[in-house]
C-alpha cells in the first residue's frame, strides 16, 4: 500500500484533499483586483511577489454562487498548464499521508462535485475527496455574459 | 557518459550553427582554404567525438566526409559545386542525426548514398589515402586549441535557470520599491537614506545585467539564412546573393524564435516571386544576379529589420485583379484606395499574386500569416514597392517582447493598461473640439470633423462608474487597433504613461478577447491590460480591415481640403499663440538641469547634443519645463512654453502682422484672434552658422607641420566664425581663402586672389606686401568676407 501527501482543507462546508506535489504553497491573498466580463469562476487576479496569479472562486464550481474574495482569504497556489492560479479555500488543516487504494468505490461524489473528484479516500476514518485542480481551472464552458 | 553525450550534442548544434554561413560561402569560393579548413575541423571532430562514444552511424558519414575534404586539402581532388553539395548532404544528416541523437527519434537509414556519393570523388585515388586519424587529430586539435583561446568563454545555461533568476530580481524591484516606501514614511536619517540609495543603484544595475543575458545577437536569426537562400536559388535555378548587415544588433531570445517563421516566409516570397529567372533580369537590363539584402538595425526602443530585393517589386493592377476575383474588393473600391491600401491587400488572406503555386510559396498562405505573427509579438509590418525594381519589406519591432510602452487608464475605480501604440490621441470630454452626436441609438463623437464610434470603459466592462469623479471631466482615447477600425474609448482619467511588462494571463482570463495579459506595476497592485482589437469587437465594430481603408482615404481626402494644422499654447509671458504642426517634432518636459546658459545663449542639452532654447524664462532650481521640440528638417531648436492647449486647423486667411519678424500672422483658433508664431527667426541664427560650412567657403591654413598658433587660435576663430578649416594640401584647389604667415609663399601666389598674408607685427611697414595684423579678429574676419563677396 502506497501513501501520498495530500493537503487537507475545507471548500463549500466538505473536506477536500490536495495531492501535495500539485502544491506550491498556501497564501493569504493580498489585495484581488477584480476581472470584468470573464468566467464566473475567474474571482480576479492577485500579485504573489512578482507575479501575477488568477485566483479562482473554487466554490462556485461547487454550489453556483459567487463568492466574494476579499484580503487575507486562504488560497492554494498551483501550476497548470504554465500558469499559476490561487484556488480559494476555506481553511487549511494539515499534509497528511492518504493511501488512494483505501477508497471505497461503492460511494461517489454528488453530482455538483463529480466533476473535479477524482477518488474518494478516507483519512482518520472520514471520507475526503480527492480534487482534481485541472478541472477546477480548464473552464467550465459557461459563456462570457 | 550520458554527459558527454549531451555535451557532444550542444557543441555539434553550436558549432553547426556556427558554421552555416561558412558552408554557403565555402560553395561561392570553393578553393578558398580558410573555409575548406574549417569544415574538415568540423568533420574530423564529429568523426573524433563519435569514435570515442560509439556511434557508428555518425562516425561513418564524418569518416566519409573527411577522407573527401582531406582529399581536396591535399589537393588530389578538385573541389567542384557537386562535391560541395554532397558534403552539405553529409553535414545536414549528422544534423539530424545529432537531433535524433537526443530526442531518441530514429532515422532511416540511407547513409550509403550519402558516403557513397562521397567515395566517388575518391574513386581513382588509393583507398591508403584516407589518412592515418591519429597522427592528424593531434595536428589539428592542437590547431583549433589555439583559436579557442582568444574567444570569451561562455557557459550554458538552462533557459527555467534564467527565467527564475529574472523573477528573483523582479522581485527584488519590487520589494525595493516597498522598502522606500516605508522609509518615506518614517523620518529617516541621512547614512540610512545613503546605504538604501547604493542598495537601490545596485538592484537596479542587476537588473539591467539580467535584462542583458536575455538578449541574443541577431546572427543567431541570420545566420542560418544563406543556407536558405542557397537551397531556394538552387531549387529555382536562380541566382541570387545575399547580403546581411547589422547581425551585432541585439534582441530578446524569445522574438528571435518569433521572427524565424516570418523573416523565412518573407526570404522565400522574395526569392521566389521577386528575384526574376537570370534571362528576365537581362532583359529588364539588370544584371544577371539577384540581391537581397537583410539588414537589422536598433532605433530607440524598436529593432527595425528592412529586407530589400531587386526584383520586380509587386505588380499593384495583378494584385488588383485577383483581389477582385477573390472577391476581397470591388472595382470601383479599388479605384478609389490609396497605393498604400493597394499595397495591404497582399496580407488579404488567401491572396497571391504568383502565377503557379511552387513548392516554395504561392499557395495564398502567406504575408496574412507574417503579418498576424508579428503583430503577436507586438510588430508592424511595411511595403515599399517599386514595381519593376524591387520590394523593400520594414519589419519594426519592440525591443523587448516582454516591455511594452503602455498608458494607465481608470475605468470606476480600477486601472487599466494600454498599449501606446494603439493609441492615436487623447481629447478631454470638456474640449469644445469633441461634440457628441448619436445615430440610432449608436454613440458618436466628432473630433476635429472626424467621426468616431465610442462607448466609455464601464459600459464595455460592466462595471459601475465611480460615484465620486461624476460631473468631472473624462478623457476619450481614440485607438486605432492593429485590425479592424479606428474608434473612441472613453475613460475615466489617464493616470500614467509607464513601460510595462507584460505577462501572459491564464486562458481563462483572456477567453473573452477584451484582454492582451496582465502587468504588475511597482505599487505591486495587478493590473490588466487591454486588447484595443477586442475593446473594438466588443463594441460591436467590424473586425476588418475594411472601413479603416475607408477612414484612411477619408482622412487624406480631409487633409486636402483642411487648412494645416497649429498648436495652440500659452507662451512664457504668458499670452495665447500659436505655432505650425508640421515644424513640431514632439513636446517633451525637460529637467531644469539640462538648461545651461552657454555660449552667449540658453541651452538644452538632450539626446547627446546641445540645441539652443528659446524664449526660457529662468524657473525654480528643480523641476520640468514644457518644451516643444522644433525641426525645419536638418536643424533642431527648443521653444519653452508655459502650457500646451490644442491643435485646430489654419482655416481661411492668415492676416498680416505688423512685426513679421516675430508673427507670421493672425490666425482664428476657436473663435479667438492668435498670433501664429514666425518659426524662421529660430532656425535663422542657427543656420547662419551652418551654412557657411560648405566647401565655398572652405579656409586653406599654410602652415609648418609643428605650427602652434595656426592650430590653436587661427582655426577655431575661424570655425566659430562658421568656415571650414583645413590644414590638408589636397584642399587647397577647392579652398575659397587661403591664410599663410610665410613671406616666401606669400611671393609665389601674389597673384592668387584667395590669399591673404598674415604679419606678426601690429605694424605693416615691415612686410614686402599687403597683409593683415594676425591678432586683427575682426579686420581678418571682414577680409575674409570682402574676398568671397569678390568672387561671388
Known amino acids: ?145 | 557518459m550520458d554527459d558527454l553525450i549531451e555535451d557532444f550534442i550542444a557543441e555539434t548544434r553550436e558549432t553547426l550553427e556556427a558554421l552555416t554561413s561558412q558552408l554557403v560561402e565555402w560553395e561561392r569560393r570553393p578553393h578558398d582554404r580558410a573555409l575548406l579548413d574549417s569544415v574538415f575541423r568540423f568533420v574530423h571532430t564529429v568523426k573524433g567525438s563519435c569514435g570515442f562514444l560509439s556511434l557508428p552511424r555518425l562516425l561513418r558519414l564524418s569518416h566519409a566526409a573527411e577522407d573527401v575534404l582531406s582529399a581536396a586539402r591535399d589537393g588530389h581532388v578538385e573541389v567542384s559545386a557537386d562535391l560541395v553539395t554532397a558534403v552539405l548532404a553529409v553535414i545536414d544528416r549528422v544534423a539530424i542525426l545529432t537531433e535524433a541523437l537526443e530526442s531518441g527519434a530514429s532515422v532511416y537509414d540511407d547513409d550509403d548514398v550519402l558516403t557513397g556519393a562521397l567515395r566517388q570523388y575518391l574513386g581513382d585515388k588509393p583507398t591508403g589515402l584516407a589518412t592515418d586519424p591519429v597522427g592528424e587529430s593531434g595536428d589539428v586539435l592542437a590547431h583549433e586549441d589555439s583559436q579557442l583561446r582568444g574567444k570569451t568563454r561562455t557557459v550554458r545555461v538552462s533557459l527555467a535557470l534564467l527565467d527564475n533568476l529574472m523573477s528573483g530580481v523582479s522581485d527584488m524591484v519590487l520589494a525595493r520599491n516597498e522598502v522606500s516606501r516605508q522609509l518615506r514614511k518614517v523620518n529617516s536619517n541621512a547614512d540610512l537614506a545613503l546605504s538604501f540609495a547604493r542598495l537601490s543603484s545596485s538592484v537596479a544595475e542587476l537588473r539591467d545585467a539580467v535584462g542583458m543575458m536575455r538578449m541574443q545577437h541577431i546572427d543567431k536569426l541570420f545566420s542560418a539564412l544563406p543556407r536558405l537562400v542557397r537551397d531556394i536559388a538552387i531549387e529555382l535555378g536562380k541566382e541570387i546573393e545575399l547580403r546581411i548587415d547589422g547581425s551585432e544588433v541585439e534582441v530578446d531570445r524569445e522574438m528571435i524564435e518569433a521572427l524565424r517563421d516570418p523573416l523565412t516566409h518573407i526570404l522565400r516570397n522574395a526569392a521566389d516571386h521577386g528575384i526574376e529567372s537570370a534571362d528576365e533580369r537581362r532583359a529588364a537590363g539588370k544584371g544577371p544576379v539577384g540581391h537581397i539584402c537583410i539588414s537589422a538595425r536598433q532605433s530607440g526602443n524598436q529593432i527595425i529589420i528592412d529586407i530589400v530585393d531587386d526584383g520586380r517589386g509587386i505588380n499593384v493592377d495583378k494584385l488588383g485583379i485577383r483581389a477582385v476575383a477573390a472577391n476581397v474588393t470591388t472595382i470601383g473600391e479599388w479605384q478609389k484606395m490609396s497605393l498604400r491600401s493597394q499595397l495591404n491587400t497582399i496580407f488579404t488572406p488567401g491572396l497571391s499574386t504568383a502565377d503557379s503555386v511552387t513548392s516554395i510559396s504561392g499557395r495564398g498562405v502567406g504575408m496574412d500569416v507574417v503579418r498576424n505573427n508579428l503583430q503577436a509579438i507586438g510588430g508592424t509590418i511595411e511595403l515599399e514597392n517599386h514595381e519593376g525594381h524591387g520590394l523593400k519589406i520594414t519589419l519594426r519591432l519592440p525591443l523587448t517582447l516582454s516591455i511594452i510602452a503602455g498608458l494607465s487608464v481608470r475605468a470606476g475605480a480600477q486601472i487599466f493598461g494600454i498599449a501606446r501604440s494603439s493609441v492615436v490621441e487623447m481629447v478631454s470630454t470638456s474640449n469644445p473640439n469633441a461634440i457628441f452626436e448619436e445615430l440610432g441609438g449608436r454613440k458618436i463623437v466628432r473630433i476635429r470633423n472626424k467621426r468616431y464610434p465610442y462607448k466609455s470603459l464601464e459600459e464595455i466592462l460592466g462595471i459601475a462608474h465611480d460615484a465620486h469623479t461624476a460631473g468631472e471631466s473624462r478623457t476619450l482615447i481614440v485607438m486605432r487597433p492593429a485590425v479592424g477600425t479606428t474608434f473612441v474609448l472613453e475613460v475615466a482619467a489617464v493616470i500614467d504613461n509607464e513601460e510595462l511588462v507584460v505577462k501572459p494571463g491564464a486562458p481563462l482570463l483572456m477567453g473573452n478577447g477584451l484582454f492582451a495579459g496582465t502587468s504588475l506595476p511597482d505599487n505591486g497592485r495587478p493590473m490588466l491590460l487591454l486588447d484595443a482589437s477586442g475593446l473594438g469587437t466588443a463594441m460591436g465594430l467590424s473586425a476588418t480591415d475594411k472601413d479603416d481603408r475607408e477612414i484612411d482615404s477619408r482622412a487624406d481626402a480631409e487633409r486636402k481640403s483642411n487648412g494645416p494644422s497649429a498648436l495652440l499654447f500659452i507662451a512664457t509671458d504668458g499670452r495665447k499663440q500659436a505655432i505650425r504642426l508640421s515644424a513640431i517634432e514632439r513636446m517633451e518636459d525637460i529637467d531644469v538641469a539640462q538648461i545651461q546658459y552657454v555660449g552667449g545663449r540658453t541651452r538644452v542639452s538632450a539626446d547627446g547634443g546641445l540645441y539652443d532654447l528659446w524664449e526660457y524664462e529662468s524657473a525654480a532650481d528643480d523641476g520640468l519645463v514644457k518644451v516643444l521640440r522644433l525641426s525645419d528638417g536638418d536643424s533642431t531648436c527648443y521653444l519653452a512654453v508655459s502650457d500646451v492647449l490644442d491643435i485646430f486647423s489654419i482655416a481661411g486667411d492668415i492676416m498680416p502682422s505688423a512685426e513679421p519678424e516675430q508673427h507670421e500672422g493672425v490666425v482664428y483658433a476657436f473663435g479667438a484672434p492668435v498670433e501664429l508664431r514666425n518659426m524662421f527667426s529660430f532656425f535663422e541664427t542657427y543656420d547662419r552658422t551652418r551654412r557657411n560650412r560648405s566647401s565655398d567657403a572652405l579656409c586653406f591654413i599654410d602652415c609648418p607641420e609643428d605650427s602652434q598658433w595656426e592650430r590653436t587660435i587661427l582655426a577655431p576663430l575661424l570655425t566659430a566664425s562658421g568656415y571650414a578649416v583645413s590644414f590638408d594640401e589636397h584642399d587647397q584647389s577647392r579652398a575659397a581663402i587661403i591664410l599663410q604667415r610665410d613671406v616666401a609663399k606669400a611671393r609665389e601666389r601674389a597673384t592668387d586672389p584667395r590669399t591673404l598674408h598674415l604679419r606678426d607685427s601690429n605694424h605693416s611697414l615691415t612686410e614686402p606686401i599687403a597683409s593683415i595684423y594676425r591678432y586683427d579678429g575682426v579686420g581678418l574676419i571682414s577680409a575674409i568676407e570682402e574676398k568671397l563677396a569678390a568672387r561671388a
Request: charged letters at 15%; proline letters at 6%.
Open chain 1, 1 to 145: 500500500m502506497t501513501y501520498t501527501l495530500y493537503l487537507i482543507a475545507d471548500l463549500a462546508g466538505s473536506r477536500v484533499a490536495i495531492e501535495s506535489s500539485q502544491v506550491e504553497s498556501v497564501v493569504h491573498v493580498p489585495d484581488v483586483v477584480p476581472v470584468p466580463m470573464c468566467d464566473p469562476s475567474i474571482a480576479g487576479i492577485f500579485a504573489l511577489r512578482s507575479r501575477v496569479l488568477t485566483l479562482v472562486d473554487t466554490q462556485f464550481h461547487i454550489t453556483g454562487v459567487q463568492h466574494a474574495a476579499h484580503k487575507g482569504t486562504l488560497a492554494v497556489v498551483t501550476e497548470i498548464a504554465g500558469h499559476q492560479y490561487g484556488l480559494l479555500v476555506d481553511k487549511v488543516h494539515d499534509v497528511v499521508p492518504i493511501a488512494v487504494e483505501q477508497a471505497d468505490s461503492n460511494i461517489r461524489p454528488p453530482a455538483a462535485w463529480n466533476r473535479y473528484v477524482d477518488h474518494i479516500a478516507t483519512h482518520e476514518g472520514e471520507l475526503v475527496m480527492i480534487l482534481n485542480t485541472d478541472t477546477l481551472v480548464s473552464g467550465q464552458t459557461v459563456p462570457a455574459a
